[in-house]
């Protein structure tokens, strides 16, 4: 029995987000908010604020407030100890409550705050990043320190250090799963100082237990009666990893009663393990099973049934190999089941449930692949999988999964103030009163950025905070805000605003890396601070030099990383990449080397991004080999992430910027492929190394007019696992470097300077080597070249250390060449002597011209090539213009001739 997606109505939980102390000196208000209380059910929840005690002035005021935020301005407080109570209430009337103490006071104190506000709780199962931040500083900013310390002084049991050492950077508390025990309550303390100033915040952390996760290898559906039936629940587990261990129960009944085998007796006897076996002989036919498991622990259970009907049918079965989880629908999603069959049987997909969806593969193949954003939000969606024999009968199997529900905000995004100047005026991002449409995937996370180039760039990671003091770019800024759950589905708002000119007179009193470093005062900064800067000023070396560091500091400290992070780092390098002083672009490179060693699911803008900026240190490299090998590099790790789960069938990818142009298809059976990527024809021959059932990625990179002389073109195999019949075998993608190829790979590589005669070369360890590569052919535009290995490869004009075969279609001319070669030694030992005592004086007087001009021309690397190829004056005079001896005097004619 299939039910559709249904959640549990969550209650309210009251949450106040405030400073611990606040400072008349250092802050003109007093803000606390109520926007992390949870427990909605698809409308906002209600707020009411009261003051408990202090003093009576502002009871009045705070009263009458019923948004979210209470906003106090320091005219209406005075020095002593506030408690103010907020109360929640949702659409069912369930109410919450909560209090916060506020400490007011004339001297200094920094006012420190939580991205998570003050209270918070989360499940044992659930890793967290808590980040603390100075929101007014008090005189001159000079750097923060930041430490965490453990607050509950009656705890005996629990080792902080635990918890205070999984961060790298100080203003970031960071939770793991299974750090923290459920049903446990804990305090954590974060003191700020800069210079003599100081302050504090509390964060006070519920840990809440989450539920058992059942995982069983089978759904309803028809199972043969020649197979032996297995139910594998051995995958279940607790998302806490506490140590008690799981206890089964299973189950069967056929309507009401309990189920019998083929002999009438009972099917089931009372188990308690995670497997149940039961053979074919006892499988009744057409008998219709319900099988039922029921998974304890502590206080917890969760159960899983499922209906199976036996057919009659040959020894076949299906299996579902992963459990199926919450889907979010903004990503790609793939789904595939185990299947024993002959290889006559038939397969087929049809869907059952849920608003139609087209999937990206074959209906018949033992897998299901849909695209990011095809399905629908809050949905339950299912297909059934059937294999079909010689016979009418089938089996099958009913796979469902539900899409998740992403949150909503009331307000959108807004701006303050509405004008001001770039590089001066701090504007305040922020979404207000933002829910989960399902109340289930807390805590929400929020991210902002700017519209740049082509791209959405956070100027910060997501973070916990609804709000952000940023500055901006000058002329017109399209601002995005995106809030995401916990499984990140996300809903993007935009706002746009126009900002005047960054003013230099705001820096005439410090350097550009002064201010620059002021205003990353809060760490999470970086990135943002770093696009502003680069793409508002023209930075001197040291500026540049301050930048890169302390955006390479931040990459360093990260210690996972999010789609949004990804592309507000790649922002920043992008916009780098670009300024003028930037005279080595090693590391930059090596910024987005760090970010590809990271665990991410990229989508085509993180690959474009990528490319526009390795296309940009390329050019300023001035084709530097070992920037080529290193950017090539980078571009495949950044394609290996986008085709993680790519199949045979899947579209093929190709993307485009400036210079680069990058293609990968995922193939099986890659025997006499032909591909063609703009004019570059790709040949592949039928005994390549691969097994008929590999899936195999082929990546073509072409670097256009890059070369001296030609396209740079780059040829490389990855190895994603395999597929034969129905057995799918998926695996990380590998480069498989091919070389000494009995059957060579034919490619042709365009060229945008003529020349007479070319010789291929490819890149090896930063050297130009001609082995395995060959040129077979030269058309109008292009050559093709036979290869018997994977490499970066280039054309050259060919060089006089390369052996020249005769050209077997020009034979008379060749004869003809050899009959001179013995009037031409004659000639040459007579005129050896008389050159040379003409040339020696001459040679002596203009001794460092020669020098530069022979240093010029003994160099035969791509980089180094003579730009003007030599004139075509046939075959015997490219014989003898290439003889050590001999060329001279054909040189010497040809010159002569020229005058």
Known sequence: VLAEYRYQFPSPLARISAPRQFSFQCSEILELSGEKSTGSIRNPLSFSWKLLSGASLINDYISSNTKSTLSIPKDLLSEGEYVFELNVTNTLDKQSSSQSKVTVKESGALSVKLDSGNQLA????????????????????????????????????????????????????????????????????????????????????????????????????????????KLDASESYDPDGTQEVLVFEWSCYESSTLCTDSSGNQLLE????????????????????????????????????????????????????????????????????????????????????????????????????????????????????????????????????????????????????????????????RIPNCFDEDGEDYPLYYSFGIFWRTYYIPLVPPKLSESLSTKLLSGTNEIFGAVCDSLWTCRYYKKTITVGSASYRVLESQSVSESFLEDIKNPEMVPGVSLLYSESLELDQESLSTVVKELSSFVQTQQELSELTFMAIMGAVSSLASQSSLADPSELLGVISSLLEFDLDFKEDQILIVLETIDALILKSAQNTLVLENSQSLISKALTKSFKDSLPGSNPQQVEYGNLTTYRETIQNLQNTQISLSELQLELPDSLPFSSDQIVDLELTRYEKLGNYSDLVDLSFYTGGTYSNFDLNLEDKTLYPLKDLSEPISIEIPFHKNQSDWECVYLAEGNWVQTGCQVVEVYNSSVKVNLTHTSMFTLRPLTSEIQIVEDPEDPEDSEDCQKNTHFLYITGAFGVGLVLSIIVPIIQGKSEEIIEESSENLSFSPDTAPEEAKPNTGFCYDYFSRHLTLGMFLKQTSADASD
């Open 122 to 229: 989360i499940k044992s199962s659930s890793s967290i990043s808590v980040k603390a931040f100075v929101e007014s500083f008090c005189g001159t900013r000079t750097s923060v320190g930041f430490e965490w310390s453990y607050h509950n002084s009656d705890s005996n049991t629990f080792d902080p250090s635990v918890v205070l050492s999984n961060s790298k950077q100080p203003h970031v508390l960071k939770i793991n799963k299974g750090n923290l025990v459920p049903g446990s309550t804990y305090t954590f303390k974060v003191k700020a100082t800069e210079g003599s100033s100081s302050g504090e915040a509390f964060l006070e952390l519920t840990v809440e237990s989450s539920p058992l996760v059942v995982s069983l290898n089978k759904a309803s559906g028809r199972i043969s009666n020649k197979k032996d039936l």
């Open 270 to 429: 009372r188990s308690w393990g995670p497997i149940l076996n039961i053979p074919a002989s006892k499988l009744r036919l057409q008998a219709v099973y319900s099988f039922c498991l029921k998974v304890s622990k502590d206080t917890r259970q969760s159960q899983k049934c499922l209906d199976l009907e036996v057919v009659d049918m040959q020894k076949s079965s299906l299996e579902l190999p992963q459990t199926l989880p919450k889907v979010n629908p903004q990503k790609s999603f793939l789904v595939w089941i185990e299947v024993e069959s002959y290889s006559q049987n038939t397969m087929l997909w049809k869907q059952t449930s849920g608003p139609p969806l087209k999937p990206v593969a074959s209906l018949q193949k033992p897998y299901l692949a849909f695209e990011k954003n095809s399905m629908s939000e809050g949905t339950y969606y299912a297909w059934e999988a059937s294999l079909q024999g010689n016979s009418e009968a089938s089996i099958s199997m009913m796979v469902s999964w539900n899409t998740n529900f992403g949150p909503s905000c009331l307000d959108g995004l807004s701006v303050s103030p509405s004008q001001g100047n770039a590089l001066a005026t701090e504007f305040t991002l």
